[in-house]
């Protein structure tokens, strides 16, 4: 697991995106080999591990066949402010204090797609725990 340095102006940057960023772009690993990026919704923890849920399906499969995942951050569309980070996924569940802040980071977000948090979870039952494990970028 890393930790990240928010002492340098690289790790404040990084722990900024990862507090702050509404969205972050997953890759993982088809059965095939082939990379599979995805936009998702996440919740740092603010020490080394993100939490996210999905729909049961490919997504599931490729963790549970390949737990190595990348999290990459759009950056600032003129190539600056690059942020990626490795990750080792597993199928886990959370406690409720983390639910709970997962919810109230994309509470709006739940509603503007129409729904209300109960058919969300319903929705996005398999909840995904990636512990950090690298950062690069510039």
């Not at 995942?69 to 996924?89: E, K, M, Q, S, Y």
């Amino acid at each position: 697991m890393i930790e990240i340095d928010e002492g340098t102006e690289f790790g404040a940057r990084a722990a900024a995106h990862l507090r702050d960023d509404v969205v972050v772009w997953m890759t993982t690993v088809t059965a095939k080999g082939s990379p599979l990026p995805s936009p998702v919704w996440f919740h740092w923890d603010g020490a080394g591990s993100v939490v996210m849920f999905s729909q049961p399906g490919a997504r599931q499969r490729n963790i549970e066949a390949n737990p190595r995942v990348a999290l990459n951050f759009p950056g600032n569309g003129g190539g600056g402010d690059i942020v990626v980070l490795a990750g080792r996924a597993t199928i886990d569940p959370p406690d409720e204090d983390r639910v709970a802040a997962y919810l109230e980071k994309y509470g709006e977000h739940i509603t503007r797609i129409g729904m209300t948090p109960e058919p969300f979870r319903e929705r996005y039952s398999v909840p995904i725990r990636i512990e950090l494990t690298g950062l690069r970028g510039h």
